[in-house]
């Protein structure tokens, strides 16, 4: 049984850091892609980072969080990080934690097969 578990969803003013972490049971991980999704009231999902299966591979970000998002991943502790810099109110929304990669575009939410519950994030102008 997969279970993925989000953590670090706070409330920040603008202009703060915030770092999120997804931590798997059942799942490894290791050698194994992951994205990063959102969603705010209102909208769709949409995604903020993918993480490739190996180090070697392209981490990709959302035009409206890059140079101000890092995705990571421990092996050893089995969890992956969203370090969030320079947070803007637009970045408020419930982040999750996706992975098991199905195929098709990695920025698409039918792409995963396991998700988490969720980890809320405000961000005060």
């Known amino acids: 049984q997969v279970q993925l578990v989000e953590s670090g969803g706070a409330s920040v003013p603008a202009g703060g850091s915030l770092r999120l972490s997804c931590t798997a049971s059942?799942?490894?991980?290791?050698?194994?892609?992951m994205a990063w999704f959102r969603q705010a009231p209102g909208k769709e999902r949409e995604a903020v980072a993918h993480l490739p299966r190996f180090s070697s591979g392209t981490t990709y970000y959302a035009d409206s969080v890059e140079g101000r998002f890092t995705v990571s991943r421990d092996n050893a502790e089995n969890t992956v990080y969203l370090q969030m810099n320079n947070l803007e109110s637009e970045d408020t929304a419930m982040y999750y934690c996706?992975?098991?990669?199905?195929?098709?575009?990695?920025?698409?939410?039918?792409?995963?097969?396991?998700w988490g519950q969720g980890t809320h994030v405000t961000v005060s102008s």
């Open positions: 059942g799942y490894t991980f290791r050698g194994n892609s």
């Open positions: 996706s992975a098991g990669f199905v195929g098709g575009l990695i920025f698409s939410p039918e792409s995963y097969e396991y």
